[in-house]
């Protein structure tokens, strides 16, 4: 008797234990289904079954359809593993002149570049791939090149590009009409919106945890916005049970399936051999008892208890999942959750090859547990240290009317804050959706990531005449906080015209006269010359704007501006409008 054929029960007390909606379970020999399983709901608010054609949010298991995009056009020869990748695209610009030069798609997709994710830049973002690649010269390094294994998903928003320019077709079109049609993967595209009407796509959903790291409820995740550049290559990617087992079906048979070769064995081989070592040790060291991990290309790869064993999994908005393979024993395992953030998802992989391989059972599940139910624990009691480490009765430097307003910072969307009644919201511009933003202390604020359930503090800075100018956001945690400036503020029309004219001084010959051209304002001291002015504070009361180290700021009464403070470094006067 297999150990596949009790395998239901366990899975379903699994699945229980971690308080898990829905799973879907698939594993393969060959082109054999050797266990297939749909478990719970799809849909809890409605009592949706799970079913074996329901689909789910890949996440970060696309990574292995756009490396096989590239390996598709190596077989053709239009693309080399190990050329440099500016030869294809000479947009491709870096903040290091030496890694722009020679980096190749080898390291591209396997994850040893230098750059660490900075995953916020560009996240649901609805910009072009080709002005995704202008903003990349702007990401800062945290490593040497080739120095360490630093997860990227930047990178693979690249090689999408790179697919496109090569093969002159998106690479949405060519993922579809090189991989999915060939391989009959009929469910599979990348948007929340089915191929069609009678495929139905599971909701995905949050743990909302008590102040032990419990399970008290679930949260229903909305999908977001599904952009042609984030999560795209990196993360786009919807599919089934049935789809995914064509999927692995090609990876267990030398790249064929049936009497169709989609891939060469050797460049498929090449995206499962070790690419980049990640260093052992830790929770990973405690699990397996293995300090033996690696990248391939589009897949992680380790020793598994005399095997090989490949695998990819992703986290992405209420789904978790995973899916591998030992290529030894031609079997292939997928392990599909609605629960974002799940370990469900890996300890039913290792467990499956346990099983169909018939090893010395490890009850992973209970391992996984071991390990896990400790760490949300920790992350309860984080989020009480943080109300704990606020200091009481330290108000903002400011008005709170002054934190307000739009901050830019090169490669990143702009961050923004408003207000809305007597609460404060923030957001990163065409990407993260406003979400409350509170006081925490002194000037530094907690914005609530609210696809994440995550605080994070923002810390708001000065500039030398005391005003608020800039913010400091921990956006990724490998380089230094990313320092957000205060954009310009664009003034209406006709406050730009009642703001021309000439301001009379106290001081005789001494005046300013304010101009305008091409939509920009100037002002002019009498026997100098023009200075471009910009708004940083726009009241009811008051028009500020500046010029180099000067302030202009301009009392406003109704649709009038009767008079002007000049404040300089080393004085401050008052004028009058006079004309």
């Known amino acids: 008797m297999s150990r596949l054929d009790s395998y239901t029960q366990y899975l379903q007390d699994a699945m229980k234990s971690w308080s898990c909606p829905g799973l879907a379970v698939a594993v393969i020999r060959g082109e054999e289904v050797l266990h297939q399983g749909v478990y719970g709901m799809r849909d809890i608010e409605n009592n949706l079954p799970m079913t074996a054609d329901t689909r789910f949010a890949m996440a970060s298991v696309t990574k292995s359809f756009a490396a096989m995009s590239i390996a598709l056009l190596v077989d053709e020869g239009r693309l080399a593993w190990d050329k440099p990748v500016n030869e294809y695209m000479p947009d491709f ?10 980096i190749t798609v080898r390291d591209m997709l396997s994850h040893r570049t230098g750059l660490p994710r900075h995953d916020f830049a560009v996240w649901r973002l609805d910009i072009t791939p080709a002005e995704f690649i202008k903003r990349m010269k702007h990401f800062k390094f945290s490593a040497t090149f080739r120095e360490k294994f630093q997860y990227n998903n930047l990178m693979y928003y690249a090689a999408a590009y790179l697919v496109e320019k090569v093969s002159g077709q998106p690479w949405e079109t060519f993922v579809q009409t090189r991989i999915f049609e060939p391989l009959g993967m009929v469910a599979s595209n990348f948007m929340p919106e089915p191929p069609r009407a009678d495929q139905t796509t599971a909701w995905g959903y949050r743990a909302d945890r008590d102040e032990k790291g419990g ?27 049935a789809d995914l087992t064509k999927w692995l079906t090609v990876h267990v048979n030398s790249g064929t399936v049936g009497d169709f070769k989609l891939v060469s064995p050797d460049n498929l081989k090449l995206m ?11 929770v990973n060291e405690a699990l397996h008892g293995n ?7 589009g897949w992680f790869v380790e020793p598994y208890r005399g095997n090989t064993l490949v695998h990819h999994g992703g986290n992405v908005e209420g789904f978790s999942l995973e899916i591998g393979f030992v290529p030894q024993e ?3 395992v997928i392990v599909l959750t609605n629960l974002q953030a799940l370990p469900l998802r890996d300890a039913m992989l290792y467990e499956s090859i346990d099983r169909v391989l018939d090893l010395p059972d490890r009850d992973w599940n209970q391992r996984y547990h071991a390990i896990f139910d400790p760490y949300f624990a920790a992350l309860a009691s984080g989020k009480q240290t943080a109300k704990q480490e606020q200091t009481p009765d330290a108000p903002p430097t400011h008005p709170l009317e002054t934190y307000l307003g739009i901050y830019a910072a090169d490669g990143y969307p702009d961050f923004a804050v408003r207000r809305e009644g007597d609460s404060l919201l923030a957001s990163t511009v065409g990407s993260l959706d406003w979400s409350p933003f509170r006081h925490y202390h002194y000037d530094v604020f907690e914005w609530h990531l609210s696809d994440f359930d995550e605080w994070l503090k923002v810390r708001f800075l000065t500039n030398d005449n005391g005003e608020i100018d800039t913010v400091s956001i921990p ?15 664009t003034l209406p029309e006709d406050l730009m015209a009642a ?44 028009v500020g704007l500046s010029a180099k180290r000067v302030r202009f700021e301009f009392a406003r009464t109704d649709a009038a501006i ?18």
């Open 330 to 332: 031609n079997i292939g």
């Open 272 to 282: 499962h051999l070790p690419q980049m070592v990640i260093p052992g040790g830790g």
């Open 291 to 297: 300090t033996i991990f690696n990248y391939g290309m």
């Open 562 to 579: 009767p008079s002007l403070t000049i404040k300089m470094p080393d004085a401050t006067l008052e004028a009058t409008h006079t004309a």
């Open 475 to 489: 956006l990724e945690p490998a380089v230094d906080n990313i320092i957000f400036k205060r954009k310009p503020i």
């Open 499 to 542: 703001l021309l004219g000439k301001y009379t001084t106290p001081i005789a010959g001494w005046a300013y006269t304010v101009t305008r051209r091409e939509g920009k304002l100037y002002i002019t001291p009498t026997g100098g010359t023009p200075e471009e002015m910009q708004a940083y504070r726009l009241t009811d009361a008051l």
């Open 215 to 241: 399970v008290k409820g679930l949260t229903r995740m909305p999908y977001g916005k599904h952009t042609q550049v984030s999560p795209g290559a990196a993360g786009a990617l919807f599919s089934t049970l």
């Open 93 to 102: 610009v870096l903040d290091d002149e030496y890694i722009t030069a020679h």
